[in-house]
């Protein structure tokens, strides 16, 4: 793993990967993954989408058809190669991170962007900061506007989590985004039956690819024999994306700051869009993965 930086503290253990992301290629506790471990030829072919987890900057989720408009000019962003219907969760991850500090347990990364190839019209300045602890992993995310004029701006980060058959999850929501046929959010409905998790249960073996508003900022993740995971996430992630690939040993649940296709307008009455900075403006928050043996 020639490009990655290993952290320990305790019995815990990260990988990241500045070259690519500045995602992260493993997070253990012992010998046990606790998100699903990248693979050696994935990090040879800088398969950003396969590692365990990496940062949703400067938007997540995905844009339709990769157009949207912003102050009465029109954009058009490259589509994503797993989804050619849209834009997808950003190109920060694909891009070399410059480390800024390093320690034993701490380690920041940094990445100054500016336009170009229509990745994304609007300059900014973004951070990762990975922390562990005895007992967590902590990542703090941001990202500044520097662009010369008011940009809009998404967080989140996207972790792949172990999936085994007894796995259980919970956590609260207010409601569910009900999706069109490009898989763009068009309404909120209440979620309920299988999308409900506010009592836990086991994942379902079938998909679910949903974006949850008004949740609680914390996913408990158990399953018989494994450490506990606990997902907390500060108030500044108002949406959990939940994702369930059938017939995958994995699973995702994300923080995120708006729903899918939040830079275009949708008209419901939760409607949470990208947020908006002038220049200077940051928008910042933190995710932790509590670890409970």
Request: aromatic fraction near 10%; hydrophobic fraction near 40%.
């Amino acid at each position: 793993m020639g490009d990655i930086i290993h952290l320990s503290a305790g019995a815990l253990s990260l990988g990241v990967n500045p070259q690519l992301g500045a995602s992260i290629a493993y997070f253990r506790h012992g010998d046990l993954a606790l998100l699903r471990d990248t693979s050696a030829e994935a990090i040879a072919a800088r398969d950003g989408r396969a590692f365990s987890a990496f940062p949703l900057i400067p938007f997540s989720n995905r844009i339709r058809a990769g157009e949207f408009e912003w102050r009465g000019e029109r954009y058009q962003l490259g589509r994503d190669a797993e989804d050619p219907r849209h834009a997808l969760h950003g190109n920060s991850r694909f891009w070399p991170w410059a480390v800024t500090r390093q320690t034993e347990d701490y380690l920041r990364c940094a990445l100054e962007y500016s336009p170009q190839n229509q990745d994304w019209p609007f300059a900014f300045h973004a951070w990762q900061v990975f922390m562990l602890a005895g007992d967590r992993l902590r990542v703090a995310l941001g990202l500044r506007n520097v662009h010369h004029a008011a940009a809009p701006a998404g967080l989140g980060l996207h972790p792949y989590f172990v999936r085994v058959p007894s796995a259980e999850l919970r956590f609260d929501a207010g409601y569910v985004w009900e999706k069109d046929a490009a898989d763009i959010p068009v309404r909120s409905i209440p979620d309920s039956g299988r999308w409900n998790f506010q009592a836990r249960h086991d994942i379902a073996p079938g998909l679910i690819d949903n974006d949850y508003g008004g949740w609680g900022g914390v996913v408990q993740i158990s399953a018989p024999e494994r450490p506990m995971l606990t997902l907390k996430a500060s108030k500044v992630f108002s949406q959990l994306v939940l994702f369930t690939p059938e017939g995958k040993p994995y699973f995702a649940a994300e923080p995120v700051t708006h729903r899918p296709d939040g830079i275009n307008p949708n008209g419901d009455a939760h409607d949470l869009g990208m947020s908006v900075l002038q220049p200077g403006e940051a928008l910042e928050g933190v995710v932790e993965i509590l670890v409970t043996p």
